[in-house]
T-cell receptor, first 112, second 112 residues
Protein backbone atom coordinates (compact mmCIF):
# COMPACT_ATOMS: atom_id res chain seq x y z
CA UNK A 1 0.00 0.00 0.00
CA UNK A 2 1.75 3.12 -1.25
CA UNK A 3 0.99 6.05 1.00
CA UNK A 4 2.98 8.51 -1.11
CA UNK A 5 2.60 8.30 -4.87
CA UNK A 6 4.46 9.95 -7.68
CA UNK A 7 2.53 8.83 -10.72
CA UNK A 8 4.89 10.22 -13.35
CA UNK A 9 8.09 8.17 -13.56
CA UNK A 10 9.66 10.78 -15.83
CA UNK A 11 9.29 14.33 -17.09
CA UNK A 12 11.14 16.17 -19.82
CA UNK A 13 11.17 19.98 -20.18
CA UNK A 14 13.08 22.62 -22.07
CA UNK A 15 15.62 24.82 -20.35
CA UNK A 16 14.02 28.04 -19.14
CA UNK A 17 10.52 26.57 -18.93
CA UNK A 18 8.64 25.53 -15.81
CA UNK A 19 8.94 22.01 -14.40
CA UNK A 20 6.01 20.74 -12.34
CA UNK A 21 6.42 17.55 -10.35
CA UNK A 22 3.40 16.06 -8.64
CA UNK A 23 2.85 13.94 -5.56
CA UNK A 24 -0.27 12.46 -3.97
CA UNK A 25 -0.64 10.99 -0.49
CA UNK A 26 -3.30 8.89 1.17
CA UNK A 27 -2.49 9.15 4.87
CA UNK A 28 -4.40 12.08 6.38
CA UNK A 29 -2.05 12.01 9.39
CA UNK A 30 0.83 13.33 7.29
CA UNK A 31 1.53 16.93 8.26
CA UNK A 32 5.01 17.62 6.95
CA UNK A 33 6.17 17.16 3.38
CA UNK A 34 9.58 17.30 1.77
CA UNK A 35 11.17 17.12 -1.64
CA UNK A 36 14.53 15.49 -2.18
CA UNK A 37 16.72 15.57 -5.26
CA UNK A 38 18.99 12.71 -6.25
CA UNK A 39 21.83 12.61 -8.77
CA UNK A 40 23.21 9.26 -10.01
CA UNK A 41 25.63 7.56 -7.61
CA UNK A 42 24.79 10.02 -4.83
CA UNK A 43 22.38 9.98 -1.92
CA UNK A 44 19.21 12.08 -1.97
CA UNK A 45 19.65 15.68 -0.83
CA UNK A 46 17.01 17.79 0.85
CA UNK A 47 15.52 20.46 -1.39
CA UNK A 48 12.48 22.11 0.18
CA UNK A 49 9.73 21.32 2.68
CA UNK A 50 6.28 22.48 3.71
CA UNK A 51 4.20 22.13 6.84
CA UNK A 52 0.50 21.35 6.61
CA UNK A 53 -0.32 24.73 8.17
CA UNK A 54 0.88 26.39 4.98
CA UNK A 55 -0.15 25.99 1.37
CA UNK A 56 2.96 27.38 -0.27
CA UNK A 57 6.66 27.60 0.42
CA UNK A 58 9.19 29.24 -1.83
CA UNK A 59 12.97 29.04 -2.01
CA UNK A 60 14.56 30.71 -4.99
CA UNK A 61 13.55 28.89 -8.15
CA UNK A 62 11.73 26.19 -6.18
CA UNK A 63 8.17 26.45 -4.88
CA UNK A 64 6.15 23.73 -3.21
CA UNK A 65 2.35 23.91 -3.16
CA UNK A 66 0.19 21.88 -0.81
CA UNK A 67 -3.52 21.15 -1.34
CA UNK A 68 -4.63 19.36 1.81
CA UNK A 69 -8.19 18.73 0.70
CA UNK A 70 -6.92 16.96 -2.40
CA UNK A 71 -3.99 15.36 -0.56
CA UNK A 72 -1.75 16.65 -3.29
CA UNK A 73 1.48 18.57 -3.44
CA UNK A 74 3.57 19.81 -6.29
CA UNK A 75 7.06 21.16 -6.84
CA UNK A 76 7.54 23.97 -9.34
CA UNK A 77 10.95 24.80 -10.71
CA UNK A 78 11.15 28.10 -12.58
CA UNK A 79 13.16 28.55 -14.70
CA UNK A 80 14.39 25.01 -15.21
CA UNK A 81 18.11 24.50 -15.80
CA UNK A 82 20.02 21.51 -17.18
CA UNK A 83 21.63 21.05 -13.75
CA UNK A 84 18.16 20.37 -12.34
CA UNK A 85 18.13 17.04 -14.22
CA UNK A 86 17.82 14.45 -11.45
CA UNK A 87 15.36 12.14 -9.72
CA UNK A 88 12.99 14.01 -7.41
CA UNK A 89 11.45 12.25 -4.44
CA UNK A 90 8.44 13.40 -2.48
CA UNK A 91 8.37 12.40 1.21
CA UNK A 92 5.95 12.81 4.11
CA UNK A 93 5.92 12.45 7.88
CA UNK A 94 3.40 12.82 10.69
CA UNK A 95 3.59 14.54 14.06
CA UNK A 96 6.84 14.11 15.92
CA UNK A 97 7.64 10.95 14.03
CA UNK A 98 11.10 11.03 12.49
CA UNK A 99 10.06 8.43 9.95
CA UNK A 100 9.71 9.59 6.32
CA UNK A 101 7.62 7.80 3.73
CA UNK A 102 8.94 8.31 0.21
CA UNK A 103 7.38 8.18 -3.21
CA UNK A 104 9.12 6.22 -5.97
CA UNK A 105 10.54 9.33 -7.59
CA UNK A 106 10.24 11.23 -10.86
CA UNK A 107 13.17 11.53 -13.26
CA UNK A 108 13.36 15.11 -14.51
CA UNK A 109 15.34 15.82 -17.65
CA UNK A 110 15.92 19.45 -18.59
CA UNK A 111 17.02 19.76 -22.20
CA UNK A 112 19.32 22.62 -23.23
CA UNK B 1 31.38 18.66 8.02
CA UNK B 2 32.06 15.35 6.25
CA UNK B 3 28.41 14.40 5.99
CA UNK B 4 27.13 10.86 6.40
CA UNK B 5 29.84 8.33 5.58
CA UNK B 6 29.05 4.87 4.26
CA UNK B 7 31.34 1.98 3.48
CA UNK B 8 31.91 0.16 1.30
CA UNK B 9 30.57 2.09 -1.69
CA UNK B 10 30.29 -1.10 -3.71
CA UNK B 11 30.03 -4.70 -2.57
CA UNK B 12 29.85 -7.79 -4.74
CA UNK B 13 29.37 -11.08 -2.99
CA UNK B 14 28.08 -14.54 -3.59
CA UNK B 15 24.81 -15.93 -2.40
CA UNK B 16 25.04 -17.27 1.13
CA UNK B 17 27.82 -14.96 2.24
CA UNK B 18 27.53 -12.49 5.11
CA UNK B 19 27.48 -8.82 4.17
CA UNK B 20 28.10 -5.93 6.56
CA UNK B 21 27.38 -2.34 5.60
CA UNK B 22 28.69 0.49 7.73
CA UNK B 23 27.55 4.01 8.47
CA UNK B 24 28.92 7.00 10.35
CA UNK B 25 26.22 9.64 10.91
CA UNK B 26 26.77 13.37 11.08
CA UNK B 27 28.14 14.34 14.47
CA UNK B 28 25.41 15.62 16.77
CA UNK B 29 22.57 13.91 14.91
CA UNK B 30 20.54 11.71 17.23
CA UNK B 31 18.57 9.71 14.66
CA UNK B 32 19.87 7.24 12.11
CA UNK B 33 17.99 5.54 9.30
CA UNK B 34 18.73 2.64 6.97
CA UNK B 35 16.97 2.60 3.59
CA UNK B 36 17.00 0.25 0.63
CA UNK B 37 16.38 1.46 -2.91
CA UNK B 38 15.23 -0.84 -5.70
CA UNK B 39 13.57 -0.17 -9.04
CA UNK B 40 10.44 -2.03 -8.02
CA UNK B 41 9.89 -0.63 -4.54
CA UNK B 42 11.70 2.70 -4.56
CA UNK B 43 13.17 3.97 -1.27
CA UNK B 44 12.07 1.79 1.63
CA UNK B 45 12.85 2.49 5.26
CA UNK B 46 14.33 -0.62 6.86
CA UNK B 47 14.97 0.56 10.40
CA UNK B 48 15.61 3.70 12.37
CA UNK B 49 17.37 4.47 15.63
CA UNK B 50 16.88 7.35 18.01
CA UNK B 51 19.66 7.95 20.54
CA UNK B 52 21.17 4.58 19.52
CA UNK B 53 17.94 2.69 20.33
CA UNK B 54 16.01 0.93 17.54
CA UNK B 55 12.60 2.59 17.32
CA UNK B 56 10.99 1.06 14.26
CA UNK B 57 12.28 -2.05 12.50
CA UNK B 58 9.03 -2.91 10.75
CA UNK B 59 10.69 -2.45 7.37
CA UNK B 60 13.36 -5.09 7.93
CA UNK B 61 12.47 -7.74 5.35
CA UNK B 62 13.24 -10.85 7.36
CA UNK B 63 15.44 -12.36 10.01
CA UNK B 64 18.40 -12.43 7.66
CA UNK B 65 18.67 -8.67 8.18
CA UNK B 66 19.94 -7.14 11.41
CA UNK B 67 21.12 -3.68 12.40
CA UNK B 68 23.04 -2.34 15.34
CA UNK B 69 24.07 1.04 16.64
CA UNK B 70 26.63 0.47 19.41
CA UNK B 71 27.32 4.19 19.80
CA UNK B 72 26.28 7.58 18.45
CA UNK B 73 28.88 7.56 15.69
CA UNK B 74 28.53 4.12 14.14
CA UNK B 75 25.92 1.73 12.82
CA UNK B 76 25.96 -1.52 10.86
CA UNK B 77 23.44 -3.32 8.70
CA UNK B 78 24.15 -7.01 8.33
CA UNK B 79 22.67 -9.53 5.92
CA UNK B 80 23.31 -13.18 6.70
CA UNK B 81 22.97 -15.17 4.54
CA UNK B 82 22.72 -12.88 1.52
CA UNK B 83 20.49 -13.71 -1.46
CA UNK B 84 20.37 -12.32 -5.02
CA UNK B 85 17.10 -10.50 -4.25
CA UNK B 86 18.99 -8.43 -1.67
CA UNK B 87 20.82 -6.67 -4.50
CA UNK B 88 20.02 -2.97 -4.16
CA UNK B 89 21.47 0.36 -3.09
CA UNK B 90 21.46 0.75 0.67
CA UNK B 91 21.42 4.26 2.10
CA UNK B 92 22.11 5.47 5.58
CA UNK B 93 20.72 8.84 6.70
CA UNK B 94 20.91 10.86 9.90
CA UNK B 95 18.82 13.63 11.37
CA UNK B 96 18.95 16.07 14.24
CA UNK B 97 15.27 16.95 14.19
CA UNK B 98 11.93 15.89 12.82
CA UNK B 99 11.89 16.51 9.10
CA UNK B 100 14.93 16.66 6.91
CA UNK B 101 17.33 13.77 6.83
CA UNK B 102 20.85 13.82 5.47
CA UNK B 103 21.77 10.86 3.31
CA UNK B 104 25.05 9.15 2.71
CA UNK B 105 26.23 8.23 -0.81
CA UNK B 106 24.91 4.69 -0.52
CA UNK B 107 26.35 1.19 -0.85
CA UNK B 108 25.57 -0.65 -4.06
CA UNK B 109 25.22 -4.32 -3.16
CA UNK B 110 25.28 -7.06 -5.75
CA UNK B 111 24.64 -10.63 -4.65
CA UNK B 112 25.51 -13.18 -7.32
Amino acid sequence: DQQVKQNSPSLSVQEGRISILNCDYTNSMFDYFLWYKKYPAEGPTFLISISSIKDKNEDGRFTVFLNKSAKHLSLHIVPSQPGDSAVYFCAASSGSNYKLTFGKGTLLTVNP
Amino acid sequence: DAGVIQSPRHEVTEMGQEVTLRCKPISGHNSLFWYRQTMMRGLELLIYFNNNVPIDDSGMPEDRFSAKMPNASFSTLKIQPSEPRDSAVYFCASSAAVGSQYFGPGTRLTVL
